[in-house]
């Protein structure tokens, strides 16, 4: 049964730790999406890639958040340093990029990293 | 830019009665993908049910339909014979080749 594997479930974290999100997409799927979900923002798109490249990272804050793809079975999302706001609840969603062909353009999800940061 | 807008932030239902979720988009791509993703309070994403842009028809799904208006760039989902395990966040959602932008949610309650 393939699934996105998101680690870790749950963190609790003070102010000004470096925290690290990692992502296992699914085996074969060529896109990987950050999202962070809030209660006031709702699901906010941080970052993406395809074949392991950046495509687009607008969405995230670049002073403290970086988003890599070491490898095409990792994706990673790193806060340094932590603050309060980053407290959401952090998902991978991974997909096929050529959503016209063969597919059906859906995103699979991981089940999410909740993230506190006192 | 393209938005997604759920205008809806909660609504109730009976149970067993029908319920209709609203959502617009805005785009100039011809070409695209909508879904409607459910979020239980165990908060896995799970697809409820997907559209393509250029199928006219309506998709359906069992209990699941929508109602796909392209020219008004409208996107609803109708849920029939509500049941208390379709209590949930549902989220609009629209993807074009790079992007998949999520409408910011209606929480649904089902009423016993």
């Known amino acids: 049964d393939a699934r996105v594997t998101q680690t870790p479930r749950h963190k609790v974290t003070e102010m000004g730790q470096e925290v690290t999100m990692r992502c296992q997409p699914i085996?074969?799927?060529?896109?990987v999406f950050w999202y962070r979900q809030t209660m006031m923002q709702g699901l906010e798109l941080l970052a993406y890639f395809r074949n392991r490249a950046p495509l687009d990272d607008s969405g995230m804050p670049k002073d403290r958040f970086s988003a890599e793809m070491p490898d095409a079975t990792l994706a990673t999302l790193k806060i340094q340093p932590s603050e309060p706001r980053d407290s959401a609840v952090y998902f991978c969603?991974?997909?096929?990029?050529?959503?016209?062909?063969?597919?059906?353009?859906?995103?699979?999800f991981g089940e999410g990293s909740r993230l506190t940061v006192l | 830019a393209q938005t997604v807008t759920q205008s809806q932030p909660e609504m109730s239902v009976q149970e067993a009665e029908t319920v209709t979720l609203s959502c617009t988009y805005d785009t100039s791509e011809s070409d695209y993908y909508l879904f409607w993703y459910k979020q239980p309070p165990s908060r896995q994403m799970i697809l409820v049910i997907r559209q393509e842009a250029y199928k006219q028809q309506n998709a359906t799904e069992n209990r699941f339909s929508v109602n796909f208006q392209k020219a008004a760039k409208s996107f609803s989902l109708k849920i029939s014979d509500s049941q208390l395990g379709d209590a949930a966040m549902y989220f609009c959602a629209y993807r074009t080749d790079d992007k998949i932008i999520f409408g910011k949610g209606t929480r649904l309650h089902i009423l016993p």
């Open positions: 085996l074969g799927h060529n896109t």
């Open positions: 969603a991974s997909g096929s990029g050529q959503y016209f062909s063969l597919n059906t353009g859906e995103l699979f």
